[in-house]
């Protein structure tokens, strides 16, 4: 694929292009916070955002969504699938990192034919972030500081213009009948190495465990003291797993009507931390108390997701942290069980030695 150039003059009239053609979503500022909502106009949307409330996931996986309308009369039932082209424009590497994960996730053993409608007739417009874009994103930790192998157009601003990197036929057609789009000079080549050289150092390490670590630190801190703590502060209220790019748990209800007809299923967004979670038939709670469900959080994040499909189940992106009303926070928390862990194997060894 190549690399082009969008004057940012033209940023306007490259927006009028596309809508029209597709549905589009951005980085929408709110008071003093973003959300990706629907946008019309380049003035709509910001694209040097910092973070949004929630991720680019909604748009795949709305918090409320019809799955199907049923006729009881009939005894018919109807799919409702949505597939409407769009763009996602402005998306942040460690979000496109969590899309890939639940691609995934939707795709395999059971595909879900309502987020895969949606996820194959959108193009994700990812941009470069550079610099970090909270005091509690560690993203470069996780590996997720730069755009994943697979993406389809991804904007890098070196000033004046954006570099456009093409990454997928989708991406390529967005530029398509568009003639302000141009190759880049020499000169734009050599700013667009300065950009990327520069941003590095910007972004500091926050944990003190590597990532290759972590699977095993959860694994062998099963039983740490640490989880108590943390269930005692908890109070369940469900924020750090609803504003979270990587997880994807949901409720099915159906709503029928007064005169029994008619009816549609839909899924909400759920959240393991919440204490209704794991309740079953006969109210058995097979996950009960706080400190439990925040150790499950942490081992779904850092061990299961990877053991399951090799993939990231957290990028860093310190939203969960930022919601929290009680600050637990997964730098936090993670460097205590590493320091943990080291101290308790320091103590093993002293007794090794004096036995
Ligand atoms: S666990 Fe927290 S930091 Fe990790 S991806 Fe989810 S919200 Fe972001
Ligand atoms: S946001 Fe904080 S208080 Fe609420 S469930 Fe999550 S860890 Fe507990």
Known sequence: ??????????????????????RLFGPTPIKDQHVFAEVHSAGDFDLDYTTTLLPPKKVF?????????????????YPVLEDQPSVILGVHTCDMYAIHMLDQVFSQDFSDQHYMARRQNT?????????????????????????????????????DAYVMDIGSEKGATLLHDFDPIRDPTQVELRLLNQV????????????????????SLLKISFKSTLWN???ELCLGCGMCTLVCPTCYCFDIQDEVDLLLEHGTRYRVWDSCQLNQFAE???????????????????????SYQTSSNGLLGCVGCGRCALTCPVNIAPVETLNKLYHRRVAYGKKVKQEVLIG
């Open 196 to 215: 990327m050289s520069n941003k590095w150092s910007r972004f500091p390490y926050r944990l003190d465990a590597d990532l290759t670590e972590l699977k």
């Open 123 to 159: 193009i994700l417009v990812t941009v470069e972030c550079l610099s970090p874009c909270s005091e509690e994103s560690f993203c470069k930790d996780m590996g997720t500081l730069s755009v994943p192998e697979k993406y389809d157009l991804h904007l890098i601003d070196i000033g």
């Open 1 to 22: 694929m190549s690399v082009k150039i969008l004057p940012k003059m033209n940023l306007s009239e490259w927006i009028d292009h596309l809508d029209g053609r597709y």
């Open 61 to 77: 996986l709305p918090p409320r969504e019809d799955l199907i309308q049923f006729d009881i009369e009939k005894n018919q039932v």
């Open 280 to 302: 079953v038939a006969g109210g058995h709670d097979f996950r009960p108390g706080r400190e439990n469900r925040q150790r499950h959080r942490f081992l779904r994040k850092y």
């Open 229 to 231: 703590e943390l269930g």
